[in-house]
């Protein structure tokens, strides 16, 4: 079935196909939102979430071969929300914690992605990892282009510091 | 890492972007909830009993004048730029009157902008930096502080973006440079304050 196809049936709220939908979505939603969040049961929650929204506004969708970045963007968008928040309310017990250890090589890096700032872990995911412009992650997190591309030049500066005994 | 395998930046995206999480077995909590927006779009919709304003407006208390909004620092900034807008538009209908002098003003406020534009991304960088000290050591603030804080920058952000946002609509000259650099100034004034609490 084509994207536009199963996009349809889920309009018409035909449960296997959004079924469907959210199979063919999920894990690389998924790793989003841990990469955003640093934390699998966050990133649970919003994977949830996001579907959720998905399906209540999927008759806004005007292009159906645009799905993927188009929820991509509702991802962001909750999960920037959510990092804004959490901001104001974190304590100085929380500050330096990993929620997860993982010695694999990939594992490592991520750890090293969860060591940035919310704002610059958000603009270096989405651009370097999704592909954003820094037009389209600009207007998702309500900031100026010239923001969004600083933000990018310090996240790299900074991972090349954490990594630099691992990277040539 | 494991072997200590050396790798370049693009070697690092490379393995990120190949690489994904299994997502866990959500499904069931998504299709619950699918099924009670169903539910609560099928609710009927019922019209208010008429005349039932009549009741509720004979309990209010009688209408006053509304008052004036409080003097703080965020709506001094929002006054001061509504006050510019209405000078700037001012302003701009002015210039077209003034035909002789007109290239000249242009030259001269295009070799200004040039020169705001660059210091503005190079406040922009150094603006960030600072943010991000701040948000890596919030533990050294004082969590009242540190919500004023954001609270003073997000309405000088705001001011500022009003004003790029009238600037890009109807061009740049003396008094909007101005007011541009007045805002930088609150917001470098802002940031000092805060890294000096340290």
């Avoid at chain 1, 959720?52 to 991802?75: D, M, T």
């Avoid at chain 1, 330096?96 to 958000?122: F, M, V, W």
């Avoid at chain 2, 019922?46 to 965020?74: C, F, M, Q």
Wanted: charged content about 30%; hydrophobic content about 35%; aromatic content about 8%.
């Amino acid at each position: 079935m084509t994207l536009s196809s199963l996009i349809e049936q889920c309009l018409k709220g035909d449960r296997v196909s959004q079924r469907q939908l959210y199979d063919n979505y999920k894990d690389n939603l998924y790793t989003t939102a841990y990469r955003l969040m640093s934390d699998f049961d966050q990133s649970s929650d919003l994977l949830q979430e996001t579907f959720i929204e998905a399906f209540k506004q999927l008759a806004n969708l005007r292009q159906p071969e645009y799905f993927h970045s188009w929820i991509k963007q509702i991802l962001v968008r909750k999960a920037y929300r959510l990092l804004k928040k959490q901001k104001e309310d974190i304590s100085l017990d929380s500050v330096g914690e990993l929620s997860y250890q993982d010695n694999s090589d990939i594992g490592y890096i991520e750890q090293a992605i969860q060591k940035l700032p919310a704002k610059s872990r958000t603009v270096f995911v989405m651009t370097e990892i999704e592909g954003f412009s820094h037009k389209e992650i600009a207007e998702v997190m309500n900031i100026s282009v010239g923001t969004s591309k600083s933000q990018l030049n310090y996240a790299k500066t900074k991972l090349r510091e954490l990594l630099k005994h691992h990277m040539i | 890492m494991k072997n200590e395998k050396k790798y370049s930046y693009e070697e690092i995206i490379e393995l990120l972007r190949n690489s994904t999480h299994s997502a866990p077995p959500i499904w069931s909590s998504i299709e619950a909830e699918l099924e009670l927006n169903d539910r609560l779009d099928e609710l009927p919709q019922y019209k208010a009993p008429e005349g039932l304003w009549d009741s509720i407006e004979s309990e209010l208390p009688e209408s006053t004048p509304s008052r004036p909004v409080v003097n703080t620092k965020g709506n001094n900034l929002k006054l001061l730029v509504i006050g510019f807008l209405i000078g700037a538009l001012s302003l701009v209908s002015v210039q077209y009157l003034i035909k002789d002098n007109t290239q000249k003003y242009q030259y001269k406020s295009e070799i200004e902008m040039a020169s705001l534009v660059s210091n503005k991304i190079e406040m922009d960088d150094k603006v960030n930096e600072v943010l991000n000290y701040i948000e890596e050591n919030s533990f050294l603030f004082d969590k009242e502080q540190l919500t004023e804080f954001n609270t003073q920058l997000e309405e000088i952000n705001r001011a500022l973006e009003q004003l790029i946002e009238m600037q890009e609509k109807y061009g740049h000259d003396a008094s909007s440079n101005k007011m541009m650099a007045k805002i930088e100034r609150d917001r470098a004034t802002l940031l000092k304050s805060m890294i000096a609490n340290t």
